[in-house]
């Protein structure tokens, strides 16, 4: 049971430490190594680099087979795992191997080989030194790359005493390598066949190349008679040239080397002490078909670096055990949706909390997180849904008189547990539910405040008008920032307007896995907005503008009039720190306190303007960087509620950077993450006051027209 | 260019030496390594290397990367690509003149190579892990020392 998984992963000490350093220290080693590369062009290229269609990927294929055979090897199609496996046995049965030497292979790991040998009595020896602990321990790969990351140096010292009969020092890491080194070392020289897997396969002259650090994958291939190399389709590449810009990015990606030690570079039946026999197979498992499907083929441009798991914040509370299947990570997430059980696969894609950090690091350019919405989307209600979030996504997220009457219920609900409009605690709720304060439900909806602040001021002149959605969380719980908002822009002569019937944006619905429930909100949120979108569309909460901004095109494609109006509002939808800076204001701070600001993900990485660069001329001296500052606040909105223990620790990092940072406010503009951070700043007693960028500008700010 | 292969080459840990060709033709060189592969200055010593490998080895490279700070060896040898997996400390010469400044500049020899049997070596540094608590250790399954000689032939 996943919950189990997570609260056992949380749980582990070790982990936690070992992922939290490595974290940091990778990002730190990943930007040394970029030093002086273009990351966005790198990140372009490679995704052209990799982008073939289903008859090119077979033309490749061919133009590899015919290459390979004609220097003497075998090719062989694997259809599927099974087939594969039996290929390969009989390969080694042919050559009576009981014992053969694997250098590491994700794709075996994806098919079962070692179990499948195993039961066939052959015996496979994994000679990377991370799979060989794993294997010793049986367990699996926890990091595409460092695959056993999440065990400490005494379950691993541990280990070695059971095979050395002997005491192994767990202090002396370097003894261990030894220990490693020269007990492989046998078998290298006992086995009749080595198998590896391949980083590339060149179709150009019918060669592959294996990229490592530890030299076990030449050890592997030079020793034994037999070489097979198990790869998927996916890992053809047309040419030399091709190969060597994925090369470049790779170790970079993977572990924040320039290089790896070892690149080797393997063609036909090279020579050994006997003559060679190579075998490729190349590997099916669903593959193909995906080649055949424009979106979820992006998927498959992966280069295997793991860097998506080495930036995502889930996946750092809680390990790849959790985060994943046989591979791991938000790659791994949409790969268990191809190659493994869809049951899994569906709980895997709802860990994911949305933050697209997955999305902008990734080298190949593949828009990781789009793809994991948007299979949840479309899979969740093949599988349980709980009912009371179908109810909320079909019946009254849609529905603006039904989600009033719902508010108007629960503010009477609230009225025990409410104190100055917070909720402390939730009571006969899971004790993880209630890990920071929530607000209450607001006495007025933002759309009546709204109405009653036009009609108290009532004026005849403003120089412009922009058009507000305020989305749900401004609507019925944090109304103050919308009028803050008023407030703010009539001060310099802006009219604000907004549309008749405030509609959920219809992200929750989604990010629930309910992908029609999101459609009809989507439309029903359309109809609100005019023909002709003449104005700015603003924003005071950066999901929902993310949402209008990439996911209206998407769900409208073949309703017309809804895409056209969609495109309209992708041009105009933007941030108060957008809006404000494009009108070219003259902005003065008119206070001392230090304030630091939190960047919410879908204002970086969704609406991708930087409120943070906008602030800081403001703030001048003022200003205090907070560490992090992109890094998720842990909210992710459902995500908080199903994930209440992973969201909770994700908060704790954020705040400790806060705090550290001893300003006064810490300033972001979403409200999610307002909600987040004050709550869980309030629930540990700490006293930095969370604002949102409406309110910290209308209070403190002084905005003057440039003349 | 020299300038940047000794860079990188030095942040993977290599010792690198600037060397005239005379202190390569000193009589009795190879006598320090149990493998010597310099076809360059008709120095070959080779023996069959087995499971308990080998002290040391000296390679001659076909191209440097200074991108990279790595090196090329054209390791379609059987008996010079076990040495260079074996040997407990392997070093490695490379002319000057093979010195390239990107890793595209090595795809025409790649091309031309692969055409028959080939295997080709990129060498960083000596073999490492992570893998234990990120700790990081140099000599795993390959050299545990590589030092690197650039021969001035210009």
């Not at chain 1, 209630?434 to 005849?460: C, D, G, W």
């Not at chain 2, 076990?82 to 002319?95: Q, R, W």
Request: hydrophobic share 35%; proline share 3%.
């Amino acid at each position: 049971m996943v919950r189990d998984k997570i609260k056992q992963a949380i749980s582990n000490e070790v982990l936690y430490k070992n992922l939290k350093s490595f974290v940091e220290n990778y990002k730190i080693a990943k930007e040394k190594a970029y030093q002086g590369h273009d990351f966005e062009n790198i990140r372009r290229q490679l995704n052209k680099i990799k982008d073939y269609s289903y008859d090119e990927i077979v033309s490749l294929y061919e133009q590899f087979k015919e290459n390979a055979e004609a220097k003497g090897c075998y090719v062989y199609a694997a259809k599927d795992g099974h087939d594969a496996n039996s290929y390969i046995l009989d390969v080694c049965r042919r050559h009576g191997a009981d014992l053969i030497v694997k250098s590491k292979s994700m794709t075996s790991e994806e098919i079962g080989l070692n179990e499948f040998l195993k039961q066939n009595d052959i015996t496979p020896i994994e000679t990377d030194l991370g799979e060989w602990i794993l294997q010793l321990a049986e367990e699996k790969p926890s990091h595409m790359v460092m695959p056993a990351i999440h065990k400490s140096r005494q379950e691993v010292a541990r280990l070695f005493e059971k095979i050395k009969g002997r005491k192994v020092d767990e202090n002396d890491i370097k003894n261990m390598v030894k220990i490693a080194r020269h007990t492989l070392r046998d078998y290298f020289f006992k086995a009749k066949v080595g198998i590896t897997g391949a980083n590339f396969a060149v179709a150009e002259t019918g060669t592959i190349a294996i990229v490592t650090n530890e030299g076990n994958a030449r050890l592997t291939t030079t020793i034994p008679n037999v070489h097979i190399v198990l790869l998927g389709y996916e890992k053809l590449v047309r040419s030399f040239s091709d190969s060597l810009k994925i090369l470049r990015a790779l170790p970079k990606s993977a572990t924040g080397q320039i290089i790896s030690t070892y690149v080797s570079w393997i063609s036909g039946t090279y020579p050994a002490s006997d003559n060679k026999e190579v075998h490729f197979v190349f590997l099916d498992n669903g593959r193909l078909p995906i080649l055949k499907n424009p979106a979820l083929k992006e998927a498959l441009k992966c280069i295997r670096c793991g860097s998506c798991a080495n930036v995502c914040p889930v996946y750092e509370i809680v390990g790849g055990h959790v985060f994943g299947s046989t591979y791991v990570g938000a790659i791994g997430l949409i790969l268990t949706c191809f190659y493994e059980d869809e049951k899994i696969a569906n709980e895997l894609l709802k860990m994911c909390i949305g933050c697209k950090t997955c999305s902008v690091n990734c080298p190949a350019g593949i828009d990781l997180q789009s793809l994991i919405f948007d299979i949840n989307a479309a899979i969740s209600e093949k599988y349980h849904v709980p009912t009371y979030k179908k109810i909320a996504a079909y019946n009254v997220l849609p529905n603006p008189y039904v989600f009033s009457q719902v508010s108007k219920i629960g503010k009477f609900l609230q009225k025990p547990i409410v104190k100055n409009k917070e909720i402390d605690k939730i009571p006969f709720v899971s004790k993880d539910l209630n890990f920071r304060v929530l607000p209450a439900f607001a006495h007025m909806s933002f759309t009546k405040i709204y109405q009653k602040y036009y009609n108290e001021n009532r004026r005849k002149l403003y120089k412009s008008r922009v058009f507000f959605y305020s989305g749900c969380a401004i609507e019925y719980f944090f109304t103050d920032m919308g009028l803050y908002l008023l407030n703010l822009l009539d001060k310099i002569d802006v009219k604000v307007d907004i549309p008749k019937k405030m509609v959920c944006c219809g992200l929750p619905s989604l990010h629930m896995g309910l992908g029609s429930a999101g459609l009809k909100t989507i439309l029903k949120n359309l109809r609100f907005f005019d023909e002709d979108i003449d104005q700015d569309v603003l924003v005071l909460c950066p999901t929902c503008g993310s949402t209008i901004k990439h996911e209206y095109p998407k769900y409208t494609t073949i309703s017309p009039k809804d895409y056209q109006k969609s495109i309209e509002l992708r041009e105009r939808v933007k941030s108060l720190s957008q809006l404000l800076s494009e009108l070219g204001l003259k902005i003065t701070y008119k206070h001392k306190y230090k304030v630091t600001y939190h960047n919410p993900c879908h204002q970086k990485r969704g609406l991708c303007f930087s409120t943070e660069e906008f602030l800081k001329p403001i703030l001048g001296e003022y200003f205090v960087p907070l560490k992090d500052s992109d890094k998720c606040c842990g909210f992710g909105g459902s995500f908080s509620f199903d994930f209440p223990e992973i969201s909770s620790k994700i908060l704790d990092n954020k705040i400790e950077n806060i705090i550290s940072t001893k300003a006064d406010i810490v300033l972001t503009d979403c409200p999610g993450c307002v909600l987040q951070i004050q709550g869980g700043l309030k629930k540990r007693g700490l006293f930095t006051e969370v604002m949102h960028l409406s309110e910290f500008l209308e209070k403190y700010t002084e905005l003057e027209e440039i003349k | 260019m020299v300038e940047k292969f000794i860079m990188y080459s030095k942040a993977v840990g290599n010792k690198n030496f600037l060397v005239k060709e005379e202190d390569l033709r000193e009589k009795g060189f190879e006598k320090k390594y149990d493998i010597a592969y310099l076809p360059s200055f008709s120095l070959v010593k080779m023996l069959d290397v087995g499971r308990n490998g080998i002290s040391s080895a000296i390679v001659e490279a076909d191209y440097g990367i200074a991108e990279t700070g790595s090196v090329v060896i054209n390791s379609l040898d059987f008996q010079l690509r076990k040495a260079t997996c074996l040997a407990d400390k392997l070093d490695i010469v490379i002319f000057r003149s093979k010195i390239v400044e990107s890793l595209e500049d090595i795809e025409e020899f790649l091309r031309d190579l692969t055409k028959k049997n080939a295997y080709i070596a990129f060498i960083t540094g000596a073999s490492r892990t992570a893998d234990i608590e990120r700790v990081l250790t140099i000599g795993v399954h390959g050299p545990c020392e590589t030092n690197i000689f650039i021969v001035e032939d210009r």
